[in-house]
């Protein structure tokens, strides 16, 4: 009968799970006793965020500056509508949501049916059915139905924002299709805002503009993702039996 003897991979099988739980747990284990380091100043364009960015560009102007002349081919500024018109501006969305809604409806429906049908004579043949089958009372049917129903709705939304959004298409009417995103972190929770829509030219403002009421199509979404989020959300695994159990 042979013995199993623990073997030096077994032993160091804890170490090497704890290895990398003590890896991700290392950031909080630097500033123990004491304030976190700051990030050292380094060229913004390294930063991971701003790498790879890439934006939907206008068409290049071909005109040119005539000899002589105070005016610049695609000079911004001086005098000049400072508005969003093209391909890559940039225009301020201003979402000023006060929304308060109240809905109560109730139904009640009752119906009643009755129908009663018997052949006293029927050429003489009544004589012939047996005596527990009454002529007079072949056929007697009767229907009641009721339903009643209540519902009611109160929500009320207060969101007041503002976020920048891009013009990513000129449609052929002259219409702006724009579309916004803006992601904030505070600690390990991750705040999203995204809009969307087709808007005029002249619903922008002087001030470069816009409110929410005034986009077609308007696809607004304010939520988060994080450590907060996920304990408000029910697991996987309540959320699978919420939708295959029928009760």
């Known amino acids: 009968m042979s013995i199993l003897r623990p073997t030096a991979l077994m032993l160091a099988a804890p170490f090497l799970l704890a290895v990398p739980l003590l890896g991700g747990c290392a950031d909080r284990f630097d500033h123990i006793g004491r304030a976190p ?13 701003a790498t790879g960015v890439t934006m939907p560009m206008p068409e290049r102007s071909t005109t040119m500056r005539q000899a002589a002349s105070l005016w610049e081919a695609d000079v911004r500024g001086f005098l000049r509508d400072m ?4 391909i890559g501006d940039i225009v301020t969305v201003e979402v000023d949501m006060a929304e308060q809604a109240r809905i109560s409806n109730q139904t009640s429906r009752s119906r009643g ?3 009663k049908m018997g052949v006293p004579n029927l050429f003489g043949l009544e004589t012939a059915l047996p005596n ?3 002529p007079d009372n072949l056929v007697n049917l009767n229907a009641t139905g009721s339903s009643n129903g ?13 976020v920048a959004a891009v013009v990513t298409d000129i449609l052929p009417n002259g219409n702006l299709v724009i579309a916004g995103r803006q992601e904030m972190r505070v600690n390990y929770e991750l705040r999203e805002l995204r809009i969307a829509g087709v808007i005029r030219p002249q619903d922008i403002t002087t001030r470069n503009t816009v409110s929410y009421e005034k986009i077609a199509e308007a696809r607004i979404a304010y939520g988060g993702r994080g450590q907060i989020m996920d304990m408000q959300q029910p697991r996987l695994g309540q959320q699978v039996l919420d939708v295959i159990l029928p009760f």
């Open 37 to 49: 380091d700051m990030t050292p100043i380094d060229d913004p364009r390294r930063q991971t965020e």
């Open 83 to 86: 508005r969003a018109s093209k």
């Open 113 to 115: 049916a009755g129908e």
């Open 132 to 134: 527990s089958i009454d």
């Open 150 to 162: 209540a519902g009611a709705v109160n929500r009320q939304e207060n969101i007041r924002l503002k």
